[in-house]
């Protein structure tokens, strides 16, 4: 049978936060204990770790927060990790405390920056969490569901706005350079076109959209847009205005409204499975990987692939959403 050497975990948070990110440290530390393991919270994310803000957690320090957004670890992002020099300093804390191995919550660049710690030899696992789900390697992120939950209540109530005042509405949806929580939204809010960064969507496909939906006497026009998009929103609704279409035109970045907030359950049961399943990883040796979510089951994938593959955006979605909107 394998033995762990692994005695001591480090846990943390970094990046953009996401609702889940406590129930998964949560997880982490709760597991760790029940394995005999020592669990040290590490604050602030790398900036943390470069500082030593370290401190250790028990069952009850990690009670009450579930139901909590953001993380209690905070977050934030650091270029002086992203040097060589950051990361040896970053290694030599880790060892003047005796941390033996790393559990990391973040998006994709937090788990570049695992990934290379993993390449100087710490165990780590990564666990992905970010609302923009703009990872290889896991059908969904700790987070994403909370956001697209967020953005539906936002475009329903923009929606009454609309249809009262018969107009167009531009919704900003977050994701950096990833249209997956535009595509989502449009689709279950019935949205007559989504724009995002992977598919090109010329100007005049958007126009078509907002006169057709005039015509044909709707009262309003809901228009998702990814914030990578090639056109952002407030750009659209210039040029929009402009042709003097049948609607006036609004728009609204939901901007970081979208990133706080109470979890949903699945969320919480997301984070909380990958949680258990990173210690489990780490004690039976299975490190430079990530927890990923494979239909049902939670797999291990290596940070190799994590951060060197792109995640691409279903096509089929993004017709779906089209041939729904007339
Ligand atoms: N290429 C990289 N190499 C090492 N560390 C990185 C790299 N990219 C990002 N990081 C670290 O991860 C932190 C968080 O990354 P960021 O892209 O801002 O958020 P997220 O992890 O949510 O995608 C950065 O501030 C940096 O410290
Ligand atoms: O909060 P900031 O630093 O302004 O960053 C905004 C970015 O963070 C996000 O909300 C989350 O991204 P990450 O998970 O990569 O941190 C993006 O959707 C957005 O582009
Ligand atoms: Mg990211």
Known sequence: MFRSNIHTIGVMTSGGDSPGM???????????????????????????????????????????ILQRGGTFLRTARSMEFKTPEG???????????????????????????????????????????????????TDMCIGVDTALNTIVDAINKLRDTASSHNRAFLVETM????????????????????????????FEEV?????EAYKRGKLHCIIVVAEGAKLNATELAQKLEEMKLGFD?????????????????????????FGVK?????????????????????????????VSRPRTLSEEYMKMARMLAR
Do not use: W
């Open 87 to 137: 990361q040896r300093k970053a290694i030599r804390n880790l060892n003047n405390a005796g941390i033996d191995a790393l559990v990391i919550l973040g998006g994709d660049g937090s788990l570049t920056g695992g990934m290379a710690l993993a390449a100087q030899g710490v165990p780590v696992v990564g666990i992905p969490a970010s609302i923009d789900n703009d990872i290889f390697g």
């Open 207 to 211: 126009a078509t959209a907002v006169d």
């Open 22 to 64: 406590n129930p998964g440290i949560r997880a982490v530390v709760r597991a760790g204990l029940a394995n005999g393991l020592r669990v040290i919270g590490i604050e602030d994310g790398y900036e943390g770790l470069l500082n030593a803000r370290f401190k250790e957690l028990g069952a009850r320090d990690v009670g009450g």
């Open 278 to 306: 990173a210690v489990e990883f780490l004690l039976s040796g299975q490190t430079g990987v990530m927890t990923g979510l494979d239909g049902r089951e939670i797999v291990p994938v290596p940070l190799s692939q994590v």
């Open 249 to 273: 035109t609004r728009v609204t970045v939901l901007g970081h409204v979208q990133r706080g907030g109470k979890p949903t359950a699945f969320d919480r049961f997301l984070a909380t499975r």
């Open 175 to 202: 994701g950096r350079h990833c249209g997956y929580l535009a595509v989502q939204a449009g689709i279950i809010t019935g949205a007559e076109m989504v724009v995002v960064p992977e598919f090109e969507t010329p």
